[in-house]
């Protein structure tokens, strides 16, 4: 069970990590370029972390390339949130925000994880997403009181998004196990620190927090949206190509 | 960001005591600007500390006057350490 929990806690890092990966070069501007390419990569310090040690826990010799390049999508577990397309530059920086402010606070409990491997990762996870917190929740204020363009895009983007954001909290039998053996923090506690920290930039960027909808649900199961699919193509083709290819 | 203003951006490394200047960019606001500097400038582990200075603030020298500024200090060798001859006794300076 501890191998299905960390693939999930390992899996939303990678796709988004791949996600803003697919930005490099294309950013508005060459410093946000730099930047976006920074968080990428932190976040996939993050997964192959924690990929690694659902590779040992699994004990079938599967290492952080087989996990992530030999997995069907239905095998993925992250959150339907990070696997939502770039979008425009608002969509962007909004999933980035809702994800951070959840990170933060998941990387801020599984510090004191029972397992030390977990507390490790998030003793170094905790110290880059406060950084990307900092810088997302910055360009959603900017972004929803800048211009009459940028909040129109910023409001559309919430729109798109905000259904996925119930998942963050939903539990299930693997969560509440884990809860149980003080592995990881139940991800329902998490919520009013989340909602606090939206509502305040919320406030400053001028947007309504919109009421909570049937949330999309499915994510952490395998149940996917279909941008998860030609995300992982994307990702997958060069080692399924020419596998054990290297520089 | 390209219609906004230059900063010059200045950075204390691990074991330097003085800010340097590492370079220039673009951004809105001081704020910004410090992310910037940041993700541009300290990728690899640069620095401990960083300054931003709107680059329209900093007044500079004019090079015209490069040597009537500078070319009198040439000749007084006696300005440098290296001019003075060390007495044997002394072991450490």
């Known amino acids: 069970m501890l191998f299905e929990y960390v693939l999930r806690l390992g899996d939303s890092p990678l796709v988004l990590a791949q996600q803003l990966g697919g930005l490099i070069a294309q950013a508005p501007t060459m410093e946000e370029d730099v930047a976006l390419a920074n968080v990428s990569l932190d976040l996939l310090g993050q997964a192959r972390a924690l990929l690694s040690f659902a590779g040992e826990l699994e004990g079938r010799g599967r290492d952080e390339n087989d996990l992530a390049y030999f997995r069907e999508s239905h095998a993925f577990h992250n959150l339907l949130l990070v696997e939502q397309p770039n979008g425009d530059f608002a969509q962007t920086q909004l999933r980035q925000f809702l994800y951070d402010a959840f990170a933060i606070e998941l990387w801020t409990q599984l510090q004191r994880s029972s397992d030390a491997t977990l507390a490790a990762v998030a003793g170094k996870a905790v110290k880059e997403t406060a950084y990307h917190v900092r810088r997302s929740a910055d360009w959603v204020i900017r972004l929803g009181d800048g211009t009459e363009e940028s909040a129109r895009r910023l409001h559309a983007a919430l729109a798109n998004l905000w259904m996925f954001t119930g998942e963050l909290f939903l539990t299930d039998a693997v969560d509440d196990a884990m809860a149980e053996q003080g592995v990881a923090p139940l991800a329902s506690r998490l919520e009013p620190a989340w909602r606090t920290r939206v509502e305040s930039v919320f406030t400053d960027a001028r947007l309504d927090v919109p009421e909570t909808a049937w949330p999309q649900r499915g994510g952490k199961l395998g149940r996917h949206t279909e941008h998860l699919g030609h995300l992982l193509a994307e990702m997958q083709v060069l080692p399924r190509t020419h596998p054990g290819a290297r520089w | ?93």
Do not use: C
């Open chain 2, 1 to 93: 960001m390209n219609g906004s203003p230059l900063w010059e951006v200045f950075v204390r490394s691990r074991n330097g005591l003085a800010h340097s200047h590492v370079g220039s960019l673009h951004a809105p606001d001081a704020t910004m600007a410090l992310h910037n500097a940041r993700d541009v400038y300290t990728r690899r582990g640069e620095g401990t500390s960083i300054w931003v200075v709107r680059s329209s603030d900093i007044h500079a020298s004019n090079p015209d006057e490069k040597d009537a500024l500078f070319e009198p200090a040439l000749d007084k060798a006696f300005r440098q350490a290296t001019y003075f001859e060390l007495p044997d006794e002394v072991k450490n300076l």
